[in-house]
C-alpha cells in the first residue's frame, strides 16, 4: 500500500528544535521491517542514528526542521491552539514537499489534537490527499520510519545547538532547569529564545527565581 507516514520529534524537549519527518513507503516496506524499523520510542539514540542512514537510502523522504527561534516566533502567530497548529503547519509542510516528488494518494499521521488542524493546512496548500490520522500511528511502519528520520534529525541538531552555546543541552524537559539557568548567567535570558521552547512552564520557573 503506497502511502505517507508523518511524525514529529521535540515536541516535549525543552530544549531544541522541533523536527517534522514524512517518508513514502511503497513495496520496500518489507526491507523497512527487516531492518527492525519500529516506533523510534522503542529504540535507543544510536540505533535510530543507524536506521535513520538506511531508511533515506530506501525510501523518499523529506524532513522539515523548526529551530527555537522560529518556533517561539510561529506558536505566538498562531495563537490559541498555538501547538497543535504549528505542528499541523509542520505536517502540512513536509507532505507538501514529499508531494513534489512522489505520487501518492493516502497521508497516516499521528493523531493530536482536533483532526481538522492537520486537514485544513493542507486544504491552504491546496493539497487534497486522504488523511489519516491515529492513535499510535507508529505501529504502521510508514509513520516508524518518520519518527526515526525527526529523532535522529532532532538528536542532531540538539548537539548543533550545544555546540553553538558551548553547553551539552539536556533531552526532555525534567532536569533541565540548572541548564537553562547556566546559560541565563552566561548569555541573559534572550538566550532561551535561541535554544528552547519558551512556552513551556519551566520558563516561568526559572525566570522568577
Not at 488542524?117 to 488523511?131: D, P, Q, R
Not at 500511528?137 to 550545544?162: P, Q
Request: charged letters at 30%; aromatic letters at 8%; one cysteine or more.
Amino acid at each position: 500500500m503506497r502511502r505517507i507516514g508523518v511524525d514529529e520529534a521535540g515536541k516535549g524537549d525543552y530544549f531544541g528544535y522541533l523536527v517534522v519527518a514524512a517518508v513514502y513507503v511503497d513495496s520496500k516496506e518489507e526491507q523497512l521491517k527487516a531492518l527492525g524499523v519500529k516506533d523510534s520510542k522503542l529504540l535507543s539514540d544510536s540505533r535510530i542514528g543507524v536506521l535513520a542512514k538506511e531508511i533515506k537510502k530506501i525510501c523518499k523522504y523529506d524532513i522539515v526542521k523548526i529551530s527555537p527561534e522560529k518556533y517561539n516566533r510561529l506558536y505566538k502567530a498562531f495563537g490559541q491552539k498555538g501547538l497543535n497548529r504549528l505542528l499541523a503547519w509542520g505536517h502540512a509542510q513536509a507532505i507538501e514537499n514529499l508531494l513534489s516528488r512522489v505520487k501518492c494518494d493516502l497521508v497516516i499521521t499521528d493523531k493530536f489534537g482536533d483532526e481538522s488542524y492537520v486537514s485544513n493546512a493542507l486544504i491552504k496548500k491546496g493539497i487534497t490527499i486522504k488523511l489519516e490520522q491515529r492513535i499510535r500511528a507508529e505501529s504502521d511502519t510508514a509513520v516508524a520510519a518518520a519518527s526515526i528520520l525527526a529523532r535522529a534529525e532532532f538528536l542532531k541538531t540538539l548537539s548543533s545547538l550545544g555546540r553553538e552555546v558551548g553547553y551539552v543541552l539536556p533531552k526532555g524537559a525534567t532536569h533541565v532547569e540548572d541548564k537553562a539557568r547556566e546559560l541565563i548567567m552566561k548569555y541573559g535570558q534572550d538566550v532561551l529564545n535561541d535554544v528552547a521552547k519558551t512556552h513551556f512552564k519551566i520558563t516561568k520557573r526559572i525566570l522568577k527565581n
